[in-house]
């Protein structure tokens, strides 16, 4: 079935160094990619989302890159902060058009080391 | 806050007992989810139902039955539950089923005994 691979499982680095996470998508009609952050005791949230029309989205520190024909997609998070330490979720869309359910990936737990 | 709510947050039960989770979104949308959330697996979907009409049904064991009264709440109704289900039960909205964003509750912590 379609499915959704996300790396890596775990990732620790320094206060003020970047974050990239990677996924990989099996869908060729996949044309959604969200990205949630999962904090403890919380319910994913929607940080940014990409569509298959752009190769490249950025929002302040945060940015996501797609790659269609390699069917990949990226997360960059610059200047990381104490604050950014969370679980982080991939998805993408399955299916055509409208009807598409998203498949998420597997996690990272994300750790900003002060 | 997301305008998406659930209750109860925690939730322990054994395995003959009958209970339901709650999902409320006060955000105006038309679709619901359900996801169940284990240590270590990716976020599963469980049940979709747009304008109040299941559109998903994945492959869900029948000791789960969702409910959809309404576009604004959404029920999972549980009973003879084994302790495998233990997990994080979360609930999502949307502006309309499929790609739009979807917004996700708390979750409920379900652990069954």
Known sequence: ?114 | ETGVTQTPRHLVMGMTNKKSLKCEQHLGHNAMYWYKQSAKKPLELMFVYSLEERVENNSVPSRFSPECPNSSHLFLHLHTLQPEDSALYLCASSWEWGTDTQYFGPGTRLTVL
Not at chain 1, 6 to 25: F, R
Not at chain 1, 28 to 48: D, M, R, T, V
Request: aromatic share 8%; glycine share 8%; with cysteine.
């Open chain 1, 1 to 114: 079935g379609e499915n959704v691979e996300q790396h890596p499982s775990t990732l620790s680095v320094q206060e003020g160094d970047s974050a990239v996470i990677k996924c990989t998508y099996s869908d060729s009609a996949s044309n959604y990619f969200p990205w949630y952050k999962q904090e403890l005791g919380k319910g994913p949230q929607l940080i940014i989302d990409i569509r298959s029309n752009v190769g490249e989205k950025k929002d302040q520190r945060i940015a996501v890159t797609l790659n269609k024909t390699a069917k990949h997609f990226s997360l960059h998070i610059t200047e990381t902060q104490p604050e950014d330490s969370a679980v982080y979720f991939c998805a993408a869309s399955i299916g055509s058009g409208n009807t598409g359910k998203l498949i998420f990936g597997q996690g990272t737990t994300l750790q900003v080391k002060p």
